[in-house]
């Protein structure tokens, strides 16, 4: 069960977790994903279908640490963080679903990893993520970030495999 017309999210069918309503900021996000900053590339979470689609947003600042050296005087978001933040998305999709609920999402692959456009400090990302395939604890999504004039910036395919917490 995904967010109603409102952007309330409820008890997913099977007793899952209860949602908070959308959007989420950092602490939503951080109630559901176990990164944190630095290494936290979701600033907030717009659409959300647990365990199938969902949408975010990236304010890139240019405080982040990895501009200093990628790259001095023309600072560019590195792609691998584009396509972590595409994971991280992807994380919260099926960490918000019964099964996920608690436990950790790690990647199993990247495929056809393709960057289109530079990514500077100013731009707001829209990241979007529909997961495409399950099995068991083995799963793939793909993953589109666009520049606000709706230009992808970056898009993968992304394997996971959600594991248990070892706490």
């Known amino acids: 069960m995904g967010a109603d017309a409102e952007g309330r999210s409820g008890v997913e069918a099977g007793g899952g977790p209860v949602l908070p309503p959308l959007p989420w900021g950092?602490?939503?996000i951080e109630s559901v994903l176990p990164h944190r900053r630095p290494f936290l590339f979701?600033?907030?979470i717009l659409e959300l279908d647990?365990?199938?689609h969902a949408v975010a947003q990236k304010a890139v600042?240019?405080?982040?640490?990895?501009?200093?050296?990628h790259f001095p005087g023309h600072p560019v978001m590195p792609g691998?963080?584009?396509?972590?933040?595409?994971?991280?998305?992807?994380?919260?999709?099926?960490?918000s679903?019964?099964?996920?609920?608690?436990?950790?999402?790690?990647f199993g692959g990247i495929e056809q990893a393709r960057f289109r456009?530079?990514?500077?400090?100013?731009e707001l990302l829209r990241l979007e993520v529909q997961l495409t395939a399950r099995r068991g604890p083995v799963g793939k999504g793909q993953g589109k970030a666009f520049l606000a004039d709706g230009r992808v910036a970056a898009e993968a395919q992304l394997m996971f495999v959600l594991a248990r917490r070892d706490n």
Do not use: K, N
């Not at 600042?61 to 050296?69: I, L």
């Not at 963080?81 to 960490?95: D, N």
């Open 117 to 122: 456009q530079q990514v500077v400090p100013g």
């Open 42 to 44: 979701l600033d907030r």
């Open 50 to 52: 647990p365990g199938r």
């Open 61 to 69: 600042a240019g405080g982040e640490a990895h501009f200093a050296g």
């Open 26 to 28: 950092l602490p939503e």
């Open 97 to 106: 679903t019964p099964e996920g609920s608690g436990r950790l999402v790690l």
């Open 80 to 95: 691998v963080l584009i396509i972590e933040a595409l994971a991280q998305l992807g994380a919260v999709c099926i960490l």
